[in-house]
């Protein structure tokens, strides 16, 4: 069953477009992920869905049924945004429970609620605290208390951990995941964090410029990436990008005559490669120059110049070389992803020579 399908759904503001043509379906029960960087178009996207804007064209279901004229207490969905947005002079109690006593739920079935609500996200200790008594991970845990008590079967978030610290997320993420798996609650999430979107999601839509770029599990949409937005936008490092040139009948590295593939119809490519997927070895491959290098402990990063083009290798447990050093470099043939430089779409299945 699909609980949210938006079909051809657009928003115009005079000349910008926020929002162009998009489509996108999340399955019930799953965790979907809005990602792309700042200006893409994703929060403007969640609040067409939870009715706090009217869509210029295109429709949106929820459970269903055709919601995209009704506004957004008809639309049986909760939301979690970016700022907390807690009341300061309630408790956290009184937090979590307002929006039912908006509603007029009974006194009895709120506090069974806030005790169900308290016991699940671990808040049973902290009721009769203010916010300003709590820590930012325990104030994120009531925004998130006060979605889950509505009980309601979608809930939507506005990167609801961005005002954590590094660590905190990473732990809020963990959480947050068994939260929705336990719940089994449908839930849309925004974020331009990749980190949450490759570790959380079932599903991921990456959009760029109000356009959807490519929708694919986290694994699909790091191991064939549609585009070289896609492929730059997703893993870290991002992709390296490989200048190609014709030589004789091949195309070949800029800058060198290695060749990389047959010289078919004429299209300029570029060669992407992961920096993960590149190896110095002893012999054979191809030879870089050394330009800086990063130790990272369990990793290092080496900048180096391939031909024309500068590229990033990762290796595991090794002190970087010297800058001017000479490396030999190599990469499996399936590592290989090639893009239309024009275009930027994804050409795989070409027939490489390496």
Known sequence: MTDIEIRNVSKI?????????????????TLTVLLGPSGCGKST??????????ASSGSIFIGGKDVTDQPAAKRNISMVFQSYALFPHLTVAEN????????????????????????????????????????GGQQQRVALGRAIISERPICLMDEPLSNLDAK???????????????????MLYVTHDQAEAMSMADQVVLLNKGHVEQIASSEDIYK????????????????????L????????????????????????????LRPEDIHLVAEGGHEATVRSGEYLGADTLLDCALGSSRITVRTSHV??????????????????????????LCRNGLPAVI
């Open 245 to 272: 040139r014709a030589s004789g009948g091949h195309l070949v590295i800029d800058g060198t005559e290695h060749p990389v593939l047959p010289n078919g119809d004429g299209r300029t490519l570029v060669l992407g």
């Open 96 to 135: 979590i429970i307002f929006g039912l006593k908006v509603r007029r739920v009974g006194k009895a079935e709120c506090h069974r609620r806030l005790r169900k609500t308290a016991e699940l996200l671990g808040l049973g200790d902290l009721l009769e605290r203010k916010p300003s008594e709590i820590s």
């Open 13 to 29: 503001w005079g000349d910008t477009v926020a929002a162009g043509d998009v489509s996108f379906a999340v399955p019930s029960g």
């Open 224 to 243: 064939k990436p549609a585009s070289l937005f896609a492929a730059r936008f997703i893993g870290t490092p991002p992709m390296n990008i490989i200048k």
């Open 45 to 54: 996207i969640l609040r067409l869905i939870a009715g706090l804007e009217s």
């Open 319 to 344: 002190r970087p070389p010297a800058p001017g050093t000479k490396v030999r470099l190599h990469w499996p043939r399936e590592a290989q992803h090639f893009f239309d430089a024009d275009s930027g």
């Open 168 to 186: 905190l997320r990473h732990e809020m993420r963990i959480e947050l995941r068994a939260l929705q798996q336990k719940l089994k609650m449908t």
